[in-house]
């Protein structure tokens, strides 16, 4: 095999009778010569590749992961450290994001603070995902009247302006006494599964049609197993997409609650906070605000790229 | 086309009356009354408060008031400010938020889809890239920064424009291109793409293939088949840009409604909460409907399948 490929030809070997190969008399020897067999998700993975933007979104939320979880715990300073000696530093070596209000270094803050955005992109996507394929699952499988109610209030709901029910919800539990994360977890978690049953609803109606899904129901499967097991891992490509392009929002929605003051707040830094107290500042001191504005748009900016990838890879509709 | 909109009028008054009804109880179940301050306030004075605001009257007859006081369009005296009532804030900041969001829509479909057709027709080119990444920008950048930065940048830096407040046309300027930013980004990304499709159709080849001078077939043809989908977007880029303005008159200390609404919010106003949503869900609703009868308009199939069904 080896002796065959191309770049050995210009080393100087010729091709000689020796080089040629008998034909492949199995499917096993025949893959050797096509390579494996390319399935939906190897497809994906080889066009995601190929997208530069996809690739450099993919790596700066690994880099983003791997800040939020090393840098504060390598920094020397804490994101609560106050220094009043070295209020409103520019940026030193010292603090290369500068120092706040409270001499808290700006660096670690930002850091910390990408904590707080990612569990609040990952644990909202995940609520999400559990609401939104459930509801839009079992409101496609059973159809009929099932749906039609079901969809009904999915069009209620989505007639109103999500972060009006976000900012209800918050208020809400904030009076509750809830913890301000659990509180944006619950609020962004509950409402922003709409899209998500939509589109699995969508897929369900035209898979659960499919022979497989005959095939399931004719040797007794129950019907929790055909929807679970066999209709939704086939929906699976449209649903990765709507995940990783629901993280950004979430993301964008906790640092707005936070920026008008529903989120976190202090001394814990979230992005919307270090935004919120930066802007008081920006006449004197811009780069409060800047770290954490780039901050932010960096994340939502990776997150989009990937998810624009994603759609352009996964989703067979699209191809062009 | 009449029954169509018969069905539909109907649904907008339910969905405003589960909002209303929604929000109504939910700021009930607020375990802090609407009089917990700072400092506690004797029971008489609280008694008294909540006799002026029938909060002592059984819950559900708290509830059939609201209802026949919203029917005639009265939402109630805030909680907040004496003497003032619901009505009198959204009467003072609605029209000046209606007048800053007119003006991001219009921004938004004046820059969007020429920039959304400009990258379809330069497809794979530098154009289309740039398009393309101006639109992820817009989408990625969140409108609390995007005010922030534009203000930093063309305020405080350059001078061109006042950084903050409201009555001249140069401060509509910056609070108008942070709120369209969204919109403009949306927008782009959709044209493009639909117009990318409508190329590859049989009758544009058919277009072209009669002589048609390649202006002609893009504005004549293809543009036309474009604003489908443009106007069906129309009801969320609305809300986007409704939403938005909640963060953006504050930034801008434009006296608009979004600005009132996020007060209300942090001094526990529920009346005006309560109002407040209510007139922003009944203004959504209603700009939805107009949206879906300009589509069905323009798209006689749509109207077609809706006769049909019903």
């Known amino acids: 095999m080896a002796a065959n490929t191309p770049w050995q030809f210009k080393e100087g070997l010729t091709p000689g009778a020796g080089s040629f190969l008998p034909a492949p008399q199995s499917s096993e020897e025949?893959?050797?010569?096509?390579?494996?067999?390319?399935?939906?998700?190897?497809?994906?993975?080889?066009?995601?590749?190929?997208?530069k933007l996809a690739v450099v979104g993919f790596w700066i939320i690994v880099a983003l992961l791997v800040v939020a979880v090393v840098g504060p715990m390598v920094s020397p300073y804490s994101y609560e450290e106050q220094d009043l000696e070295n209020t409103f530093q520019s940026p030193t070596l010292r603090h290369p994001f500068g120092t706040d209000q409270l001499g808290r270094d700006q660096l670690t803050r930002v850091m910390y603070g990408s904590r707080i955005s990612l569990a609040v992109g990952i644990v909202c996507a995940a609520l999400n995902f559990l609401i939104g394929v459930t509801y839009g699952g079992i409101s496609a499988y059973f159809g009929g009247r099932v749906d039609d109610i079901m969809m009904r209030i999915v069009d209620i709901l989505y007639g109103i302006?999500?972060?009006?029910?976000?900012?209800?919800?918050?208020?809400?539990?904030?009076?509750?006494?809830?913890?301000?994360?659990?509180?944006?977890?619950?609020?962004?978690?509950?409402?922003?599964?709409?899209?998500?049953?939509?589109?699995?609803?969508?897929?369900?109606?035209?898979?659960?049609?499919?022979?497989?899904?005959?095939?399931?129901?004719?040797i007794g499967a129950p019907?929790?197993?055909?929807?679970?097991?066999?209709?939704?891992?086939?929906?699976?490509?449209?649903?990765?997409?709507?995940?990783?392009?629901?993280?950004?929002?979430?993301?964008?929605?906790?640092?707005?609650?936070?920026y008008i003051g529903l989120g976190v707040s202090a001394p814990v830094a979230s992005?919307?906070?270090?935004?919120?107290?930066?802007?008081?500042?920006?006449?004197?001191?811009?780069?409060?605000?800047?770290?954490?504005?780039?901050?932010?748009?960096?994340?939502?900016?990776?997150?989009n790229f990937l998810g624009d990838g994603l759609r352009d890879a996964l989703d067979p509709r699209l191809r062009q | 086309m009449l029954k169509f909109i018969l069905r539909r009028v109907l649904s907008m008054i339910l969905v405003v009356l589960i909002v209303a009804s929604a929000t109504f109880f939910m700021m009930r179940l607020l375990p802090s009354g609407p009089f917990a301050r700072e400092k506690k306030l004797p029971p008489e004075i609280i008694k008294n408060l909540e006799a002026r605001y029938h909060l002592d009257d059984p819950l559900w007859k708290q509830y059939v008031d609201y209802m026949k006081n919203l029917l005639r369009g009265d939402l109630g005296p805030s909680f907040k400010y004496k003497n003032r009532t619901v009505n009198n804030i959204i009467n003072d900041g609605f029209p000046v938020s209606a007048a800053l969001g007119l003006v991001a829509v219009l921004l938004a479909v004046?820059?969007?889809?020429?920039?959304?057709?400009?990258?379809?027709?330069?497809?794979?080119?530098?154009?289309?890239?740039?398009?393309?990444?101006?639109?992820?920008?817009?989408?990625?950048?969140?409108?609390?920064?995007?005010?922030?930065?534009?203000?930093?940048i063309f305020a405080l830096g350059l001078h061109v424009v006042p950084a903050a407040g409201w009555g001249s046309f140069k401060q509509v300027i910056l609070p108008a291109f942070t709120l369209a930013g969204y919109p403009i980004a949306f927008l782009a990304r959709l044209v493009r793409s639909s117009m990318l499709e409508v190329?590859?159709?049989?009758?544009?080849?058919?277009?072209?293939?009669?002589?048609?001078?390649?202006?002609?077939?893009?504005?004549?043809?293809?543009?036309?088949?474009?604003?489908?989908?443009?106007?069906?977007?129309?009801?969320?880029?609305?809300?986007?840009?409704?939403?938005?303005?909640?963060?953006?008159?504050?930034?801008?200390?434009?006296?608009?409604?979004?600005?009132?609404?996020?007060?209300?919010?942090?001094?526990?106003?529920?009346?005006?909460?309560?109002?407040?949503?209510?007139?922003?869900?009944?203004?959504?609703?209603?700009?939805?409907f107009l949206v879906d009868l300009t589509y069905a308009w323009l798209d006689p199939r749509i109207r077609y399948v809706e006769r049909k069904v019903s």
């Open chain 1, 30 to 51: 025949l893959q050797q010569f096509t390579g494996r067999p390319t399935t939906y998700w190897s497809d994906a993975i080889r066009r995601i590749r190929r997208n």
């Open chain 1, 161 to 218: 302006p999500t972060l009006i029910i976000v900012i209800l919800l918050t208020v809400l539990f904030k009076d509750k006494g809830v913890s301000p994360l659990v509180n944006v977890f619950i609020a962004i978690g509950l409402t922003y599964w709409l899209p998500m049953a939509r589109i699995v609803r969508g897929e369900i109606l035209s898979l659960k049609e499919r022979e497989f899904a005959l095939a399931a129901k004719t």
């Open chain 1, 223 to 258: 019907n929790n197993r055909i929807l679970f097991r066999h209709l939704i891992p086939n929906a699976m490509g449209p649903i990765i997409v709507t995940v990783t392009l629901e993280i950004p929002s979430a993301i964008f929605t906790e640092a707005f609650l936070s």
């Open chain 1, 271 to 303: 992005w919307g906070v270090l935004a919120s107290d930066g802007t008081e500042a920006i006449r004197s001191f811009p780069y409060l605000v800047l770290f954490p504005a780039l901050a932010i748009s960096l994340t939502m900016f990776a997150f």
């Open chain 2, 110 to 152: 004046a820059i969007g889809i020429p920039l959304g057709i400009w990258g379809a027709l330069k497809q794979n080119g530098w154009q289309d890239s740039l398009v393309m990444f101006v639109a992820l920008l817009g989408v990625s950048v969140p409108n609390f920064i995007m005010a922030v930065l534009l203000m930093f």
């Open chain 2, 199 to 288: 190329l590859r159709q049989e009758y544009i080849t058919t277009a072209r293939a009669k002589g048609l001078s390649e202006r002609l077939v893009i504005f004549r043809h293809a543009l036309r088949n474009i604003l489908i989908p443009v106007v069906t977007v129309l009801g969320p880029l609305i809300a986007a840009v409704f939403t938005g303005s909640f963060v953006v008159e504050k930034i801008f200390a434009i006296p608009g409604l979004g600005r009132y609404y996020v007060t209300s919010i942090n001094d526990r106003d529920y009346t005006t909460i309560l109002g407040v949503t209510i007139f922003y869900s009944a203004l959504l609703v209603f700009m939805n």
